[in-house]
């Protein structure tokens, strides 16, 4: 799909099914809820082709990187203002779902890790560790260039908060290999 259209300080008509849910709980939603601290889509909104889905801001922290949404894509306010600095309209995007991703940024390795979701939505029994292995062998760029910290993997795939963490470093040219703190904010 791609950005069909960008919205500054967006406005909120929650769809008649959410305010059914809310009206359930007994917290009803208004018809429209204005631009401002309380509007759940944050100081921003990416409208895409897709119906149904948009990519904004957040009035809370907990969803954000999480499959907790009605089919948005929740983000940090600061991300959201940043990257509506950078996408324009008709900016391509492609909704994955893979529960371990792996990226390269600064000569750094970066895991992020989400709960593996089955065709229903709900929680997958898989072999975690098994799952990551294999999301790194796919990244051939990696597999067999990096020194890898299992110590780390093991608590960023138990976390699953969708934050990606440094997790190795690459290998030298020399074939020396740096350290890896366990500490992510600090090198040995």
């Given at each position: 799909?791609?950005?069909?259209?960008?919205?500054?300080?967006?406005?909120?008509?929650?769809?008649?099914?959410?305010?059914?849910?809310?009206?359930?709980?007994?917290?009803?939603?208004?018809?429209?809820?204005?631009?401002?601290?309380?509007?759940?889509?944050?100081?921003?909104?990416?409208?895409?082709?897709?119906?149904?889905?948009?990519?904004?801001?957040?009035?809370?922290?907990?969803?954000i990187g999480m499959r907790t949404s009605h089919g948005c894509f929740r983000m940090f306010n600061n991300n959201v203002l940043e990257l509506a600095k950078m996408a324009p309209v008709g900016t391509p995007v492609r909704i994955i779902n893979e529960p371990y991703k792996f990226g390269l940024s600064g000569g750094k390795v970066y895991l992020e890790a989400h709960t593996p979701l089955d065709?229903?939505?709900?929680?997958?029994?898989?072999?975690?560790?098994?799952?990551?292995?294999?999301?790194?062998l796919k990244r051939e760029d990696l597999a067999n260039s990096v020194q890898v910290n299992w110590d780390m993997v093991r608590d960023v795939v138990a976390a699953e908060d969708g934050m990606p963490v440094e997790i190795a470093v690459p290998t030298a040219p020399d074939g020396n290999v740096p350290m890896v703190s366990s500490n992510p904010y600090q090198q040995q």
């Open positions: 799909t791609k950005v069909t259209a960008k919205t500054p300080n967006p406005t909120w008509t929650p769809p008649a099914s959410i305010k059914a849910e809310h009206a359930a709980d007994g917290d009803p939603l208004p018809n429209v809820v204005p631009a401002g601290p309380d509007n759940p889509l944050g100081p921003f909104k990416f409208t895409l082709g897709v119906p149904g889905y948009l990519i904004h801001g957040s009035n809370k922290k907990f969803g065709d229903k939505g709900d929680p997958s029994v898989v072999d975690k560790h098994t799952a990551v292995i294999n999301a790194l």
